[in-house]
């Protein structure tokens, strides 16, 4: 993994944008109001937190533009999701948000034991339904936390593994 690597996916990371506190907080508040430009600018602002997020896996054998792919997604589900009343740093939250929570995690594996379990039981793959009415918990927290916890998969990765 090269992160000496100047350019990822097309962007020039030795280009990016530094924005100050009150820059963030400006373009934060016209993004509330609806303002497209101001949420491209504040993306654009905060791509660096992206590649301080993909050093952390420097020493694994991700390709980086795939994990720079991911960490724009991450950071433009945190932009959408970012509460400013919760009196929290963007950056904070951003940071907290890539990461899959306890909680995110524990109800995903409620629901993997409750899966093999109605497997084992009804001789088939449960629905989502009935893995949702076995934990207790809605079909859409049920397929959230199974996708959390899935590792990404680079788009080099080939489909096929048998020649074909």
Known sequence: MALNKVEICGVNTSKLPL?????????????????????????????RLVLSVIQRFSSSNENVDDLFQIGCIGLIKAIDNFDVTQNVKFSTYANNSIRVSRSLRDTAYKALYARDALTKKNLREPTIMEIADEVGISKEEITYAMDAIQTPVSLYEPVYTDGG
């Open 19 to 47: 924005l100050t506190s009150e820059e963030k907080d400006a373009l934060f508040a016209r993004i509330l109001k609806g303002d497209k430009n101001a949420r491209e600018e504040y993306i654009k602002g905060n791509l």
